[in-house]
C-alpha cells in the first residue's frame, strides 16, 4: 500500500468533521498587553463571545500559537519593497490565499503556514530561521504568502520557530525546517557552531529546505503535534515518538534529555497503541494524546506549581468521556469531549471561559457551562486566548444568548470600567506630574534668562556700551553651549495609537498629542536636530 493510499483510508469517515461550525472566542483582547504581569480586566473576555464578522460563516479549523495570535490578531501587510504592521482586532482575510481551498493551518511564534487541497504549501510571517520553508534564510518578513518547498502536503504543524509537514510521498512522510537548536527537527543535530574562531559566542545554522526526517523513512507518521521546541508525532502503527527539548519531561521519556533524533515512548506499545482516531495535542511545555480506551495521556508541565510529569500519566477526571479534540497553551488546555466543552489550566486573562461568576483558574478539568450541550468540533490555545469552533445543530437558538465581539479592546462590566479608568487616571497624573516638574526646570531657566534681558533694557535707556558686552557674551556662550534636538517620548499607549511628548528648546512648552502606530516605523524615538 502507497502512503497516499494509507492516508486516503486513515482519512475516511472523516467527511462529518469537515463541516463547518460557529467560531467563539475567550480570552485577552488587548495584544499589546497580553503576556505582561500587570493588565486590567476589563480588556478580557472571561465567557465565550461570538466575533461579528463571522456570525453564521462556516468555520472548520482553527490554529493559533502558543505565543502569538495569527487570526484574528495581528497582520502583516505590503508590498515586496515595502511592508508595515498593522493591529487587527477582527479576522481579515488573507487575500493571497483567496484562490485556494485551505484544509489544513498552524501557527508559531511569528509564522504562519497552510496546507491546500491540491497538496501544497504557503507561508507568511518571521523567516528568520528558515521556518517557511523556502529555501532562504533571510532575516525578513514575507508579508505575502509565499510557496514552501514541500510537495504533497496533507498535514503541518508549527514550534516556535519550526515547522513540521506531513506528506503522501513516499518516503518522505514528515519533513522539517526552521531552527534545530534543540534538536526539535530531528535529524541528529541542532547545528551549533561558533559565529567566530576565537568566540565562544554560539549560533545555530538554520534549516530553510524541508528535509525528510530519516528515522521515519520506512515508517507512515499519521499525526504531529510541535510545542514550543519539541514534536510529537504517531506512525500508521499507533507507535508515539518525540524528539527536541526535554525540559520537564515534556518528551515523556522519564528523564530531562533533549533528544536530536525521535524516540519511541514506551507507555505506547503492545495494548496502549494509539487508535486511528486519536487525539494529540502539545503545549509549551506539555504534551497529550489519547490512547486505548479513548484515555487521556499528559505529560510534561501541567501547573505552575508542584512537581512536573516526566512519563505520560492518565487523566482520570477525563477518563469515559469521548474526546474529539484538544489543544494546549502556554500553561491552559480545552477539550471538545462528548456534547461538552472542558478547560482547565492557569489562565490570567479569562481564556478558561468560565465567565465574571466563575474562577479564574482550575487545576482540575472543569466544564464550560455556557457550552454545555454543544458538540465542539475544533479548539485552538495560544496565549491568552481560546478559540472554539461550535457545532450549530441542535442547540436552538442559544448561540443567539451569547455576547458578540466587535473588535477593539473589551469594554467589560462597570466595576472594571472604574477600575480601567483609575488606572489610566493614574498613569496621565504621573505623567503629568513629571511634566509638570520637568517644566517648572525649564521655567527657571527662562527666569534666569529673563534676569539678563532686563539688564539689557535697562542699558537701553542708559549705557549701551554695557549693553553690547553682554550680548556679545551670550552670543559666546550660545556658540559654546550643545544644540538641544528635539525628543518624542512614549508616555502611554491608547487604543491604536500613541500619546507622546514631544521636548522641545527650553523657551518652547511641552507639546502632548496623539497619531497613529502605523505612522511610526520601530523604534518608535526619534531624535531630530533642531
Not at 515512548?265 to 495535542?281: G, H, I, S, Y
Amino acid at each position: 500500500m502507497s502512503a497516499s493510499d494509507a492516508l486516503d483510508k486513515h482519512e475516511e469517515g472523516k467527511e462529518d468533521a469537515s463541516e463547518g461550525g460557529e467560531l467563539l472566542y475567550c480570552g485577552g483582547t488587548n495584544w499589546d498587553t497580553i503576556g505582561r504581569k500587570a493588565t486590567v480586566a476589563a480588556e478580557n473576555l472571561v465567557s465565550p463571545n461570538r466575533v461579528r464578522p463571522l456570525l453564521g460563516v462556516d468555520i472548520r479549523f482553527v490554529a493559533s500559537g502558543c505565543f502569538v495570535l495569527v487570526t484574528p490578531g495581528k497582520l502583516a501587510e505590503g508590498s515586496t519593497r515595502t511592508f508595515r504592521y498593522q493591529p487587527s482586532s477582527l479576522p481579515t482575510v488573507v487575500f493571497g490565499l483567496a484562490k485556494h481551498k485551505i484544509v489544513g493551518a498552524a501557527a508559531g511564534r511569528n509564522h504562519t503556514v497552510v496546507i491546500a487541497d491540491d497538496g501544497k504549501s504557503y507561508a507568511f510571517g518571521f523567516n528568520k530561521h528558515g521556518q517557511l520553508g523556502t529555501g532562504s534564510t533571510k532575516n525578513e518578513i514575507e508579508a505575502f504568502p509565499v510557496a514552501s518547498l514541500v510537495a504533497q502536503a496533507t498535514k503541518v504543524a508549527c514550534g516556535a520557530d519550526f515547522t513540521v509537514w506531513l506528506s503522501s510521498a513516499d518516503g518522505s512522510s514528515i519533513l522539517t525546517a526552521g531552527l534545530p537548536q534543540y534538536g526539535q527537527l530531528g535529524h541528529g543535530t541542532d547545528n551549533e557552531y561558533n559565529t567566530k574562531d576565537s568566540s565562544v559566542k554560539l549560533a545555530y545554522e538554520p534549516q530553510s529546505r524541508p528535509r525528510a526526517i530519516a528515522a521515519f523513512s520506512e515508517k507512515l507518521i499519521t499525526k504531529v503535534a510541535c510545542g514550543t521546541n519539541h514534536t510529537v508525532a504517531v506512525d500508521s502503527s499507533g507507535f508515539v515518538y518525540t524528539w527536541g527539548f526535554g525540559g520537564y519531561g515534556r518528551l515523556g521519556h522519564r528523564e530531562q534529555k533533549d533528544e536530536w533524533v525521535p524516540r519511541l515512548v514506551e507507555v505506547f506499545q503492545r495494548q496502549n497503541v494509539l487508535p486511528p482516531d486519536a487525539v494529540v495535542a502539545a503545549g509549551s511545555v506539555s504534551s497529550a494524546c489519547t490512547a486505548g480506551g479513548g484515555q487521556l495521556y499528559m505529560w510534561g508541565k501541567l501547573k505552575t506549581t508542584g512537581d512536573e510529569w516526566m512519563y505520560p500519566k492518565p487523566v482520570m477526571d477525563l477518563s469515559g468521556w469521548n474526546i474529539r479534540c484538544m489543544s494546549s497553551g502556554n500553561m491552559h488546555h480545552i477539550v471538545g469531549a462528548d456534547d461538552s466543552c472542558i478547560s482547565w489550566g492557569y489562565a490570567q486573562y479569562g481564556e478558561l471561559g468560565y465567565g465574571s461568576l466563575g474562577p479564574k483558574s482550575s487545576a482540575n478539568p472543569k466544564k464550560i457551562d455556557v457550552l454545555d450541550g454543544m458538540q465542539v468540533k475544533s479548539v485552538a490555545c495560544g496565549l491568552g486566548l481560546s478559540l472554539i469552533v461550535v457545532d450549530r445543530k441542535n442547540i436552538g437558538g442559544r448561540l443567539d444568548k451569547l455576547e458578540v465581539y466587535d473588535g477593539g479592546i473589551a469594554e467589560g462590566t462597570a466595576d472594571t470600567k472604574d477600575a480601567a479608568v483609575k488606572d489610566t487616571a493614574k498613569k496621565r497624573t504621573t505623567n503629568s506630574s513629571s511634566s509638570k516638574k520637568r517644566k517648572q526646570e525649564e521655567s527657571s531657566a527662562e527666569s534666569e534668562d529673563a534676569v539678563d534681558e532686563s539688564g539689557d533694557s535697562d542699558d537701553a535707556n542708559g549705557d549701551s556700551a554695557g549693553k553690547n558686552v553682554k550680548r556679545r557674551g551670550r552670543r559666546n556662550a550660545a556658540k559654546t553651549t550643545k544644540r538641544r534636538p528635539l525628543r518624542i517620548r512614549i508616555l502611554e499607549e491608547e487604543g491604536a495609537g500613541l500619546v507622546v511628548e514631544l521636548m522641545l528648546k527650553p523657551h518652547v512648552e511641552s507639546l502632548e498629542f496623539t497619531f497613529s502606530q502605523a505612522a511610526l516605523t520601530p523604534p518608535y524615538t526619534q531624535r531630530v536636530n533642531d
